[in-house]
Nanobody, 126 residues
Framework: QEQLVESGGGLVQTGGSLRLSCASS????????MAWFRQAPDGEREIVAA????????YYANSVKGRFTISRDNARNAVYLQMNTLKPEDSAVYYC???????????????????WGQGTQVTVSS
């Protein structure tokens, strides 16, 4: 069964950096748009960034623009989230998600993504 597995979370100080990775075990990875979502305690799951199947189109939430970079390596069935200049409000569980989508139109809503990882915790201390 196809799975997504995140890694790279941890504890970092304000202003620090982390790189999250998400590996897919399936053969259909190249057919997916991929996204990173996050969910803070008592918060809703919100999109952070998304990337098209080719990697040529990306989307970022306003709160992370200029600080986070999403990328993918289709040869490795992996998607990444480079997070720089981290702030305490970035603390959350981060999830990667996949949507069957071979267009350049990226979805921002969680309901469009059908496959999810288990999440990785990111904690930014002040």
């Amino acid at each position: 069964q196809e799975q997504l597995v995140e890694s790279g979370g941890g504890l970092v100080q304000t202003g620090g950096s982390l790189r999250l990775s998400c590996a897919s075990s399936g053969r259909a990875f190249i057919s997916y748009a991929m996204a990173w979502f996050r969910q803070a305690p008592d918060g809703e799951r919100e999109i952070v960034a998304a990337i098209s199947w080719t990697g040529s189109t990306t989307y970022y939430a306003n709160s992370v623009k200029g600080r986070f970079t999403i990328s993918r390596d289709n040869a490795r069935n992996a998607v990444y989230l480079q997070m720089n200049t981290l702030k305490p409000e970035d603390s959350a569980v981060y999830y990667c998600a996949a949507e069957p989508n071979r267009s350049q139109q990226l979805s921002e809503g969680r309901n469009e993504y059908y496959l999810w990882g288990q999440g990785t915790q990111v904690t930014v201390s002040s």
